[in-house]
């Protein structure tokens, strides 16, 4: 078995050109910060645009299906936000589902919804 991390480096001069027009065309779109994660089932892009808007790109592949969801959420005042978070848990959503829409951690809701 290859070492797992003597993979991932020999793969960042291969990927250097991707990441860099990666990076190019969220900064063209006005987009600060970025992040992307993936499983086997669940590719996911979050953003922070200059606006202070956070954006995330969810994409869940399946046998036979795939689903694609975009959740944006305006740069929202702490007080706010802990008002948004409140109305959303009492619509049955999780905090991991709250935290997603609202484009903050877990555990801001969490407190959000303490406070």
């Not at 305006?74 to 829409?101: F, H, S, V």
């Not at 609202?102 to 406070?115: E, F, M, R």
């Amino acid at each position: 078995m290859k070492n797992v991390a003597a993979v991932n480096r020999s793969l960042l001069p291969a990927l250097a050109p991707q990441l860099k027009a990666l990076s190019d065309v969220f900064e063209s779109a006005g987009v600060l910060e970025w992040s992307i994660s993936s499983t086997a089932d669940v590719r996911r892009i979050k953003a922070r645009t200059m606006a202070g808007e956070a954006v995330t790109l969810t994409q869940i592949v399946g046998p036979g299906y795939q689903e694609q969801t975009v959740s944006r959420c305006a740069g929202l005042t702490i007080k706010q936000r802990r008002i948004e978070a409140k109305k959303l848990r009492k619509r049955g959503l999780t905090q991991a589902d709250i935290a997603e829409r609202l484009g903050v951690s877990q555990k801001t809701i969490s407190n959000d919804l303490t406070a």
